[in-house]
């Protein structure tokens, strides 16, 4: 960027200088006026042409504040061309008045927008449309402020005293809110955005001193084309060119320790006094005793039509402002909502790790006398029993290894062993978990039906792990149809985009309280019946499987468990099962 600006700076130094000898040395005429033209002119255009670059090449803020820049641009050049139309074209002298001063009056408004955009800013503080309605309405006052100050004298009744005057006061007065603006942004930013703003400030200083001079020498009727005053409004156009390309590459940074500029609530401020104004700029008229009654009336009329168009605007802008405000209050509910849904897990962990750690501990006291009985009941095995003895020995055995069994799955629910885990088929692992119960005639008339699709991706876990969730809550149905006598069990899994989803519904009582059914020791259960850590172990585990559990109570009755897993992506796996469809069972 160095190097680019360095040359750009040259070469417009060395245009500066040309001008200046051309205006010292040629004699004022035609040639001298063609040139001086002709120069002003283009520099706008190059002005344009640079800005309308940086507005390509730049993102987001930046992009709309080098658009605005070049609709000031656009708007200095059109008066210019218009004079080199006369001048060069018709060889006639500019009308005075001259409409073309309309554009020229109206070139610091888009400047005041693009300060407003705060470029150095990485979000935007408001509405995109929000910030474009307010511009509109500060440049329809602005335009209204030109129709009821300026035109009258300009155009319906020639007053050139009054015309300069109100012309030349609005039009300073643009520029000093402009440079505010510009000056506040320079004292809220540091480094390079620094810079940028003070270049642009001292820019329109500059070009505010050259339009006076101008100004002042055409009052005088001592302006010539292509001469010093020329020179002197040249120079800030060609600063604007070098800021344009030398700042060019200002997207997506941010000013270190920037102060944020209230600059929305400032802008909406603006709105109101600009539309609240009007009507007082509408008693003018009425309390001025010596102004022609056509001029009255004019600026009745014109009054009226602001009112009407910046009232339209106004409501407009309040829409945005109601869909604004609904957005963010849904946006706010649904934070809330995840904020307590949040919430409530963290407390679900908080419970689960404290259970934990007592589960460990007990587990690892009641592994020490299980260990035993199992050693004796192997000793007793290989003593000369009888086979009713040899019998009670293998019963011992046998439940001291349910006991350990039991034991290891606290163990593993308490997360004090590592599980590992492979690629499951789900399928095979839900056909597991039915075979595992003992769906006999005393279960009652219990029909479990299934729909599992044989094609299911695979769920990354582990088999124990996921086989003892899903029994657990097999079995809860299964107990809770057998309260009523009987009923339908019903199993579905299917995929929802990149999940796998198992779904165990039943057509049971239901669940009084099912917000609470994870957690620990809370049960469906009749007293003395159930531990109240099935389902708080079943959420354990599928939380450490990255997945999600919830419980509701279906509209025909009966309570449905989802289980949501992410699917497996994980190529060279070894999978577990067959991937065999499971039937439907009649019990």
């Not at 349910?402 to 492979?422: E, H, M, N, W, Y």
């Not at 792990?465 to 097999?474: D, E, H, K, N, S």
Request: proline share 5%.
């Amino acid at each position: 960027m160095k190097w680019r600006s360095h040359w750009v700076a040259i070469g417009l130094g060395g245009f500066l200088l040309a001008f200046a000898v051309v205006s010292l040395t040629v004699q004022p005429g035609d040639p001298l006026t063609i040139f001086a033209d002709f120069s002003s002119t283009g520099l706008w255009l190059l002005a344009l042409l640079a800005m309308l670059w940086a507005a390509i090449t730049g993102r987001a803020r930046t992009r709309l504040f080098w658009l605005a820049m070049a609709a000031s641009a656009l708007l200095a050049g059109t008066n210019l061309a218009l004079w080199l139309y006369y001048d060069v074209i018709l060889h006639r002298a500019v009308p005075d008045p001259f409409w073309a001063d309309i554009p020229l009056f109206l070139q610091p408004v888009p400047v005041m927008a693009a300060a407003a955009l705060q470029p150095h800013r990485k979000h935007e503080t408001a509405s995109l449309y929000l910030s474009i309605l307010n511009f509109l309405i500060l440049l329809l006052w602005w335009v209204y402020l030109y129709i009821f100050l300026v035109f009258p004298d300009e155009y319906i009744s020639f007053n050139f005293e009054a015309f300069n005057r109100y012309y030349n006061t609005l039009y300073i007065v643009e520029f000093l809110i402009l440079m505010a603006a510009l000056g506040g942004l320079f004292l809220l930013t540091q480094g390079i955005w620094r810079k940028f703003y003070l270049q642009l400030f001292l820019a329109n200083v500059f070009y505010v001193y050259a339009f006076q001079a101008l100004n002042s020498a055409l009052i005088r009727g001592t302006y010539r084309p292509g001469s010093f005053y020329d020179l002197l409004e040249n120079v800030p156009t060609c600063w604007l060119i070098w800021i344009a390309i030398a700042f060019r590459d200002l997207t997506g940074t941010e000013s270190p320790h920037a102060r944020p500029l209230r600059w929305s609530g400032l802008l909406s401020g603006l709105t109101a006094l600009a539309v609240l104004s009007i009507p007082v700029m509408g008693l003018w008229p009425l309390l001025a005793g010596s102004e022609p009654a056509h001029l009255k009336k004019f600026r009745l009329v014109v009054t009226l039509v602001a009112m009407f168009v910046l009232g339209t605007c106004v409501f407009l802008r309040q829409g945005l402002l109601d869909r604004e405000l609904v957005r963010l209050l849904a946006t706010s509910h649904e934070s809330l909502d995840n904020l307590a849904r949040l919430q409530k897990q963290l407390v679900q962990k908080e419970k689960l790790a404290s259970l934990g750690q007592l589960v460990a501990g007990a587990a690892h006291e009641i592994n020490n006398p299980v260990t035993a009985i199992l050693g004796y009941s192997e000793l007793l095995r290989s003593e000369d029993l009888t086979p009713d003895q040899l019998s009670i020995s293998h019963k011992i055995g046998q439940q001291a290894r349910r006991i350990r069994d039991l034991v290891s799955r606290l163990l593993r629910f308490a997360q004090q062993v590592p599980a590992a885990k492979t690629l499951l088929n789900v399928n095979s692992l839900l056909q597991q978990a039915l075979r595992m119960e003992e769906l006999g005639p005393e279960k009652g008339n219990i029909h479990v039906e299934t729909d599992i699709p044989s094609g299911l991706p695979s769920i990354f876990g582990n088999a124990g792990q996921l086989l003892q969730a899903c029994t657990q809550i097999i079995e809860n149905a299964l107990d809770a149809l057998e309260e009523v006598g009987g009923g339908t069990l019903r199993i579905v899994a299917c995929r929802q985009g990149d999940e796998v989803v198992l779904e165990f519904s039943d057509s049971g009582p239901g669940i009084c309280e099912p917000e609470k059914v994870f957690d620990p020791f809370y049960t469906t259960k009749a007293i003395g019946k159930g531990t109240g850590l099935g389902l708080s172990a079943t959420y354990g585990v599928v939380q450490n499987h990255g997945g999600r559990i919830s419980c509701h109570n279906r509209p025909e009755g009966g309570a449905s468990f989802v289980l949501r897993f992410l699917v497996a992506n994980q190529p060279g796996q070894t999978f577990v099962g067959s991937g065999e469809k499971v039937p439907s069972l009649k019990v």
